[in-house]
């Protein structure tokens, strides 16, 4: 059975059939055929202001639910700014599908209006790309590109479309089955390895779970809860993998790495068996390779064979899905009738004992001021209205290592920033993608005074579609993250990173149409953020916090994670206990 | 070192591009790469040389087979495989030593591919070392010019070729659920 119709129209019955429900994006010349479609289809398009916000905004959609987020662009200008979006999605592991359109076939190749490579720029920039040239090619290929962005280690894929596919008209029969032969997805793991595993976690005197992203991806928070439980083992959780196990389950030490705390840093160093479960061995978590958790042994689980052995040789790899890797796992440990020996108990009582110590040194404190509102403070009370419970978004920066340090997150899915890339300008189009997919929850969109006037534009999609998001600008008058490098390694040389104008922020808001509000002192704090929250609609809360502050403890770039330097002024690294 | 990698993978348009992109966003710098189709039409072979550092092999095979439209990945470095490169060589060459040229091509068991008063186009076959030693004694006699082919590479051993089987896609799981109830 076949019907006809047009290119635009397969399109759209593709991503129908996919369950888009929601579009992000910005039309343009050849385009125009697939948005004369989309004028009267079920599926919802968000305007944005800027292309690039487009991919963030997917993205947000993404991460706030694991659906596959979509946007689309028009060709040459738009689809080049979609590129930073595209990477940062591959560098977080997020799927998103994006669409382009490229000018007709015949034209390829000839310099035309609006014209770009776009399958050849992106192709570093995605999992997988395609150019559609020949209409009967197209049901196919959307159905490849929704299956390899969501299977395996997700990822963004895009798909260029030339204006005559997107114009021309043909029988369309649905595709109900894709073949890709070559396209290998690594669920299982391996039964032996798993067994070798279960062996060495029961074990081990120091044992200790480096959880990341992938957990949130596998959906596996649930598996990870009752492995830790089942075990009683200490959990450090990355960047990006916040919420995987709830922030305040008595198990979790904190976030590791540059920007991670005392005890968690200390634990991974100390550990005698690291459980890494989807993470990456990134520089920002290990600091020096050659020093990170050196008397540990690891069993590296993770979907993505490439990353098993990158940085670290794993005592046993497992290629497989977290979430069916981890519930094996713990089938095997809860079955077995090893009990641990008296000495083993009493290591396992010691390293709690030590790690409630390293917390106890050196907690993350919400330092607060009577003068002027610190950052840490603004994250605590922000974490206050959340309850571990709102989504919040940031971009990439002090205010982001501050809001991951301090703010808790209950469940996954709730943390959403830019973490690979480290993208400015991420957070407020990702908020605006999580709250289209999530209508039901309170939004914060944490961003710096930098990375919020790379994204302002976006006000106005917020401001359009009454998106109550809340808005909270982290404003020091610098860049600050550079600033601190400046400040710590640089010799207190600040080159160009003061921002010193910025917007009147309740101009700004009401130039949109919404309530916007400028606050400096520690006292105007929780009640502008509970206003901000009570709010209905958007809020634009301007926060003036202190310009010189800087974010620790923080591990020098090329030190190793033990080594950190604890706070202002600069005190002597501590050394390894 | 140089890393001798045969591929397997589709015959589609990007392809190639994504594999000499896998090589040349971590800065390797491509020695040889040769591409054919294969007896089915739609897979083409691919033996690449690259300069890679010993460490990184395991890793640039991994990626490799990431790619979608790569179905293996096989370093062949140190593994019994069979290398040949073709090369077409031109010389220029007096009368009184074209004899003494066609001997030599001989040695190295050329065949002589155009014959001119000026001289011949000769096309050797062999290991890149036995090429090199032509191309220099060649360059002995006279002028040349030279086109290399690359590394071909075949492995000695079959390696088992694993094929993913088709899927449903979320549509066609739905139908499959429905008929299936």
Known sequence: ?577 | MLQVISLLLENKPGALMRVTGLLTQRGYNIESLTVARTLDPELSRMTIVVDVEDNQRAQVIKQMNKLINVLQATDLTDSPAVCRELVLLRVRTPQESRTAVLKEAEIFGGRVADSSPEGFAIEVTGDPEKLNAFIDVMRSYGEIDVTRSGSLAIALEAKRLKLQPPVPTRAGRAEEKVSAS
């Open chain 1, 1 to 577: 059975m076949s019907t006809l119709m047009s290119g635009a129209q397969m399109l759209l019955e593709c991503l129908a059939r996919e369950g888009v429900d929601c579009i992000f994006g910005y039309p343009g010349g050849v385009t125009l055929p697939f948005y004369d479609v989309l004028y009267e289809h079920h599926i919802r398009h968000v305007l944005v202001r800027h292309e690039e916000n487009a991919a963030f905004a997917a993205e947000g959609y993404a991460r706030a639910t694991g659906k596959v987020g979509v946007c689309c662009a028009t060709s040459g200008p738009g689809a080049t700014n979609l590129t930073t979006g595209l990477v940062d999605a591959m560098m977080d592991s997020i799927p998103i599908v994006a669409l382009t359109g490229q000018v007709s076939s015949k034209l390829i190749g000839s310099d035309a209006f609006q014209e770009a490579d776009t399958f050849g720029i992106t192709r570093p920039c995605t999992k997988h790309n395609y150019l559609i040239k020949r209409l009967e090619d197209l049901p196919q290929i959307i159905h490849e590109a929704f299956y390899i962005a969501a299977s395996g280690r997700p990822g963004p894929v895009l798909v260029d479309i030339t204006k005559d596919v997107l114009q021309g008209q043909g029988h369309y029969a649905p595709v109900n089955s894709i073949h890709l032969p070559g396209y290998k997805v690594f669920t299982e793991g391996h039964t032996g390895q798993i067994r070798r595993a279960a062996q060495m976690v029961q074990e081990a005197e120091r044992p200790l779970v480096y959880a990341g992203g992938g957990i949130i991806a596998a959906g596996a928070a649930n598996e990870l809860r009752e492995f830790v439980e089942l075990t009683d083992t200490p959990a450090v959780n990355t960047l990006m993998g916040l919420g995987g196990l709830p922030s305040d389950h008595p198990n979790f030490i904190s976030m590791p790495g540059m920007h991670g705390s005392y005890a968690a840093n200390m634990a991974m160093t100390h550990a005698d068996l690291l459980i890494a479960l989807g993470v990456r061995f990134d520089d920002r978590v290990t600091g020096r390779l050659a020093a990170f958790a050196p008397h540990a042994k690891v069993i590296h689980v993770d979907i993505d064979p490439a990353e098993v052995g990158k940085n670290r040789a794993p005592d046993v790899p497992i290629v497989g899905d977290v979430k069916r890797v981890l519930a094996k796992l713990n089938k095997l440990l809860a079955e077995s009738e090893a009990k641990p020996s008296e000495k083993l108990s009493a290591a396992r009582r010691a390293w709690w004992h030590r790690i409630r110590e390293w917390k106890a040194e050196h907690p993350l404190q919400a330092v607060t001021s009577d003068t002027e509102i610190k950052p840490q403070h603004l994250m605590a009370e922000i974490d206050r209205l959340s309850g571990g419970q709102a989504i919040v978004t940031s971009d990439v920066g002090q205010h982001q290592m501050w809001a991951a340090q301090l703010l808790r997150f209950r469940e996954p899915r709730l943390w959403i920033n830019s973490g690979g890339l480290g993208s400015m300008g991420f957070g407020l189009p990702a908020a605006i993608g999580a709250q289209f997919a999530r209508p039901d929850k309170l939004v914060f969109s944490i961003v710096g005074d930098g990375g919020f006037q790379m994204s302002i534009p976006e006000l106005a999609t917020v401001a359009s579609y009454g998106l109550p998001i809340k808005i909270v600008v982290m404003n020091n008058g610098y860049l600050g993250m550079v600033r601190q490098w400046q400040t710590l390694f640089y010799n207190h040389r600040l080159s160009a990173v003061e921002l010193d104008c910025f917007p009147d922020a309740e101009k700004l808001a009401a130039a949109y149409g919404f309530k916007g509000r400028t606050i400096e002192k520690p006292w105007e704090l929780a009640p502008a953020l509970e206003e901000a929250v009570k709010e209905p609609g958007p809020y634009l809360l301007n926060v003036r916090v202190s310009p010189l502050e800087n974010v620790y403890p923080m591990v020098p770039a090329g030190g190793a994670i033990n080594e950190m330097v604890l706070g202002p002024p600069q005190p002597a690294a501590v050394p390894a206990k």
